[in-house]
């Protein structure tokens, strides 16, 4: 099966469902027969599309006749072939042509209608090569909003609300860095092995890697991206990530777990815990001794957290499906720490999911915020004192981080913040807030953006 073809298909699914890039991508994989090769430029086309889109569009658009309706397939056809002029230099550009007006016409046979459609594509692209990466954009400084939303592939609500709360200065940084594809890390079983022989292990089979520089165990592979890690068909690759002594996970969620002191406690509560990468974590960091309940709303979730505590050797965990925004939590009475890794925007996580953008509104948020808040108020009336609540997310929107732990302050005074930096010694100091709340971003840190508060109990 042609990649480009599979790529379109994939699109054109992704544009009437809100299911996420990689398992659209995994599914049509499911169906078709395509090697390695292929497989790399089915997730190099479809994640670069949909991350690309509205810049595609705003160009596409500059020799596209406005009075011209295109349709979803057409529209998507032109995107494929725009984003191979404009982004991937290691394509040919007859050749990206070439390919796209192949697409556009294969169905349709030698007919006029054919022929037509392929004059009309092969003259856009065209015009794209030679004028598309020097028309220009909106100005920055006349129109920011437009500029970065338009030049760098953003909604302008969220562009406009960047530049309101962070300045002009950090929404450019960021919404670069967001663009760029996410490298592979992992997290490194230390009761199986060390950091140390995991990479001899893999420099021997010739894939380099790095330690992390904020995280004890984190391991980071160079020039390999998240997004070509399960249909790259690098078999090697594939069954070194398979193995129970590591775990795929970005460094800024290895950071969360060390906020709950896990060496030190002997019964720890995850209460919103699928998939699992901080549930086993935790685990590992408890010596697998003490007990560890991992809780979470679904029980197809659960069923997956199981499976990842299996593969890992998670041995203290136990699991429970619950909705934590309604049932009694009295069982947390016993608990030394309890952990929140709440439902979030996820803008912090742009690298790997770009559809995030484009599937996100304002309302959405607050709405998130609100759980959010709920989600704390019912675990603080059953946390012991003495006991910890640490509270995370993967945004980057002080609405669903900093406004949510405020509030639950004010309401419950008898929590307090205790400063991340003492749990974290590695961690760049710009990653920890005057308030003492973790926070990272990819343009600083080069990790996910997230977030954490640890909150003690008096």
Same mark, same amino acid.
């Given at each position: 099966?042609?990649?480009?073809?599979?790529?379109?298909?994939?699109?054109?699914?992704?544009?009437?469902?809100?299911?996420?890039?990689?398992?659209?991508?995994?599914?049509?994989?499911?169906?078709?027969?395509?090697?390695?090769?292929?497989?790399?430029?089915?997730?190099?086309?479809? $994640?670069?599309?949909?991350?690309?889109?509205?810049?595609?569009?705003?160009?596409?658009?500059?020799?596209?006749?406005?009075?011209?309706?295109?349709?979803?397939?057409?529209?998507?056809?032109?995107?494929?072939?725009?984003?191979?002029?404009?982004?991937?230099?290691?394509?040919?550009?007859?050749?990206?042509?070439?390919?796209?007006?192949?697409?556009?016409?294969?169905?349709?046979?030698?007919?006029?209608?054919?022929?037509?459609?392929?004059?009309?594509?092969?003259?856009?692209?065209?015009?794209?090569?030679?004028?598309?990466?020097?028309?220009?954009?909106?100005?920055?400084?006349?129109?920011?909003?437009?500029?970065?939303?338009?030049?760098?592939?953003?909604?302008?609500?969220?562009?406009?609300?960047?530049?309101?709360?962070?300045?002009?200065?950090?929404?450019?940084?960021?919404?670069?860095?967001?663009?760029?594809?996410?490298?592979?890390?992992?997290?490194?079983?230390?009761?199986?092995?060390?950091?140390?022989?995991?990479?001899?292990?893999?420099?021997?089979?010739?894939?380099?890697?790095?330690?992390?520089?904020?995280?004890?165990?984190?391991?980071?592979?160079?020039?390999?991206?998240?997004?070509?890690?399960?249909?790259?068909?690098?078999?090697?690759?594939?069954?070194?990530?398979?193995?129970?002594?590591? $775990?795929?996970?970005?460094?800024?969620?290895?950071?969360?777990?060390?906020?709950?002191?896990?060496?030190?406690?002997?019964?720890?509560?995850?209460?919103?815990?699928?998939?699992?990468?901080?549930?086993?974590?935790?685990?590992?960091?408890?010596?697998?001794?003490?007990?560890?309940?991992?809780?979470?709303?679904?029980?197809?979730?659960?069923?997956?957290?199981?499976?990842?505590?299996?593969?890992?050797?998670?041995?203290?965990?136990?699991?429970?499906?619950?909705?934590?925004?309604?049932?009694?939590?009295?069982?947390?009475?016993?608990?030394?720490?309890?952990?929140?890794?709440?439902?979030?925007?996820?803008?912090?996580?742009?690298?790997?999911?770009?559809?995030?953008?484009?599937?996100?509104?304002?309302?959405?948020?607050?709405?998130?915020?609100?759980?959010?808040?709920?989600?704390?108020?019912?675990?603080?009336?059953?946390?012991?004192?003495?006991?910890?609540?640490?509270?995370?997310?993967?945004?980057?929107?002080?609405?669903?981080?900093?406004?949510?732990?405020?509030?639950?302050?004010?309401?419950?005074?008898? $929590?307090?913040?205790?400063?991340?930096?003492?749990?974290?010694?590695?961690?760049?100091?710009?990653?920890?807030?005057?308030?003492?709340?973790?926070?990272?971003?990819?343009?600083?840190?080069?990790?996910?953006?997230?977030?954490?508060?640890?909150?003690?109990?008096?």
């Amino acid at each position: 099966m042609n990649a480009r073809k599979v790529a379109l298909e994939c699109l054109l699914t992704l544009s009437h469902t809100s299911a996420s890039i990689a398992s659209v991508v995994d599914s049509a994989f499911g169906r078709y027969t395509i090697d390695g090769r292929e497989r790399r430029l089915v997730n190099g086309l479809v $994640y670069g599309v949909i991350r690309w889109q509205r810049q595609l569009d705003w160009v596409l658009n500059q020799f596209i006749n406005p009075r011209f309706q295109l349709d979803a397939r057409h529209r998507n056809i032109l995107r494929l072939g725009a984003f191979q002029l404009l982004h991937l230099d290691g394509i040919p550009a007859h050749a990206a042509i070439y390919e796209t007006v192949q697409l556009a016409t294969s169905h349709l046979r030698k007919s006029a209608r054919g022929r037509k459609t392929a004059g009309f594509i092969n003259a856009v692209l065209r015009s794209v090569q030679r004028k598309g990466r020097t028309l220009a954009y909106p100005p920055l400084d006349a129109n920011p909003i437009e500029h970065i939303a338009i030049s760098l592939s953003y909604p302008t609500w969220l562009v406009k609300r960047w530049l309101q709360t962070r300045g002009v200065s950090w929404t450019l940084a960021f919404c670069r860095a967001s663009n760029q594809i996410a490298p592979l890390a992992f997290r490194v079983n230390s009761l199986l092995t060390q950091r140390e022989e995991v990479c001899q292990s893999l420099e021997t089979n010739g894939i380099a890697a790095k330690v992390s520089k904020i995280v004890p165990d984190g391991l980071v592979l160079e020039n390999r991206a998240i997004t070509a890690f399960d249909a790259t068909g690098d078999q090697t690759l594939k069954d070194i990530l398979r193995r129970e002594d590591i $775990y795929v996970q970005d460094e800024s969620a290895m950071l969360v777990p060390y906020l709950l002191s896990p060496e030190n406690a002997q019964f720890i509560v995850d209460l919103c815990a699928a998939p699992g990468g901080k549930t086993t974590h935790l685990a590992h960091l408890m010596g697998n001794a003490g007990k560890l309940l991992a809780v979470d709303v679904s029980a197809e979730k659960i069923a997956l957290l199981q499976k990842n505590c299996r593969r890992v050797g998670a041995n203290n965990v136990e699991t429970r499906v619950l909705d934590v925004t309604q049932a009694d939590l009295g069982f947390v009475k016993a608990a030394d720490a309890v952990l929140i890794d709440a439902p979030c925007s996820g803008f912090g996580t742009l690298r790997r999911h770009p559809d995030i953008r484009w599937n996100k509104t304002f309302d959405q948020i607050r709405a998130l915020s609100e759980m959010q808040y709920n989600l704390l108020k019912n675990a603080a009336q059953h946390i012991k004192p003495g006991g910890i609540l640490v509270y995370s997310t993967c945004s980057i929107e002080p609405m669903e981080n900093e406004e949510v732990v405020q509030r639950f302050l004010t309401d419950f005074p008898m $929590y307090s913040v205790e400063d991340a930096r003492r749990f974290l010694p590695d961690i760049p100091s710009s990653a920890i807030t005057t308030q003492g709340f973790l926070q990272t971003f990819p343009h600083e840190h080069g990790v996910d953006g997230a977030f954490a508060a640890r909150l003690k109990k008096e």
